[in-house]
């Protein structure tokens, strides 16, 4: 039987690939203990239980979010991971991502999955981009960045973190509650399926704080503009189909993105009010060739940053064009040395009336150490993910 939502358009779910790296980049950011990781994974026992069948009506969908609410979220048995676009359930659960799981998530989505060049498509691919240094954003965030955020949720492995954008909602302008970030941010793709207890911080640790100032920080300075949960989520078909499934062979990562809705049930506010930002989203924005220039802002973890996230960085530069497939769009690709955990964040460009807007995000980095990344151009399948998430 099809599985039924409360999100009924949401027939769009997408990507995976976290950005990696392994050389070159900023070295001071590894002062802090690295505390022992909160795992998640358990099996279905010890009261962990989910319902028997997957939900297929509005009345099973509330059965599995308070089945998840009461410990199910714990029970990654295969059979009971929910992936079809429709069947997105994150319930709130008070309290959980309190300051201590915040500061202690490290981990990246399938950051094995990295990108085959010598299959790219040399008639559409330019020559590889200079690798651009990251650069670490001025302190507070806020007033530096603020649409951007740190997106964290729990998967198999434990906790786990990316980057995301406060982008515009037209049908609520001043208003948005809505959050732009990767495919793979949000979903396993082919292997898996919906990631949990997914949470948007809006300039996480805003003041930057590292070091013993860091590990006695409460929640309302890693988290000063709240924890925005996802009520629904979207990424591309593409992605649910064949994200993650091969670094080699796989077609998805050219629709690696996903749209989230989200709240913050302490705040009477919307996201945008809250922040005071969001960005526009340049649907069917022209190729890397004709666009000049690209800020791509996140909060990278892997080495040879601090392995958790906790400080904003950038990259600035001439973005050029790279094909993995004849058969998919052209990605943006651009040098700079950020890694995994800037996954999700996004990629801005100046239209030609000058006001900034999101044309991407980030999606993939090479196999050998972090030299450059490279993100989906947003067209016809994204502007659709957008507005089924936004209905």
């Known amino acids: 039987m099809a599985p039924i939502s409360r999100l009924a358009a949401a027939a769009v779910a997408a990507a995976l690939l ?21 795992p998640t994974a358990t099996s279905g026992d010890g009261g962990l239980q989910l319902p028997t069948a997957l939900p297929s009506s509005l009345d099973d969908l509330d059965k599995w979010a308070d089945a998840l609410k009461d410990g199910g979220w714990k029970n990654w048995d295969k059979d009971k991971w929910l992936r079809n676009a429709a069947d997105f359930i994150n319930p709130v659960i008070k309290d959980l991502w309190d300051a201590d799981r915040l500061r202690n998530a490290d981990g990246t989505p399938d950051d094995e999955q990295r990108p085959d060049l010598g299959r790219a498509d040399d008639g559409a691919t330019d020559p590889e981009p200079a690798a651009i240094r990251a650069q670490r954003l001025a302190t507070p965030y806020h007033d530096a960045s603020p649409a951007t955020g740190k997106l964290l949720f729990d998967m198999p492995d434990g906790q786990a973190v990316c980057s995301a954008t406060v982008v515009s909602d037209p049908a609520n302008p001043g208003r948005s509650n809505l959050v732009w970030t990767a495919g793979h941010c949000v979903h396993a793709g082919a292997r898996g399926g919906w990631y949990r207890n997914i949470v948007f911080v809006p300039s996480f640790n805003d003041t930057g704080l590292s070091g013993a100032a860091l590990r006695s920080a409460g929640k309302e300075q890693l988290a000063p503009y709240g924890t925005w949960w996802a009520t629904k989520a979207g990424t591309s078909q593409q992605w649910i189909d064949g994200g993650g499934e091969s670094s080699q062979t796989s077609s998805a990562y050219p629709y690696d993105f996903a749209v989230l809705k989200v709240t ?91 006001e900034q807007a999101l044309v991407s995000n980030t999606s993939i980095g090479p196999q050998d150490g972090p030299r450059w990344l490279a993100g989906p151009r947003l067209g016809s399948e994204a502007e659709e993910v957008f507005d089924a998430v936004r209905g």
Not at 18 to 38: I, L, R, W
Not at 269 to 285: I, N
Request: aromatic share 8%; hydrophobic share 35%; charged share 20%.
């Open 18 to 38: 976290a950005v990696t790296a392994t050389a070159c980049g900023p070295s001071d950011d590894n002062a802090d203990a690295k505390p022992s990781p909160t």
């Open 264 to 354: 913050d049930p302490d705040s009477d506010k919307s996201l945008e009010e809250t922040v005071g930002a969001s960005v526009p989203v340049w649907f069917d924005a022209p190729t890397s060739a004709a666009i000049d220039s690209m800020d791509i802002r996140g909060y990278p973890a892997a080495a040879p940053f601090d392995g958790f996230g906790y400080q904003q960085y950038h990259c600035s530069g001439d973005p050029v064009r790279l094909a993995l497939d004849s058969r998919a769009p052209t990605m943006h690709w651009l040098g700079c040395t950020m890694t995994a955990g800037s996954s999700g964040g996004g990629w801005f460009a100046r239209k030609p009336n000058g």
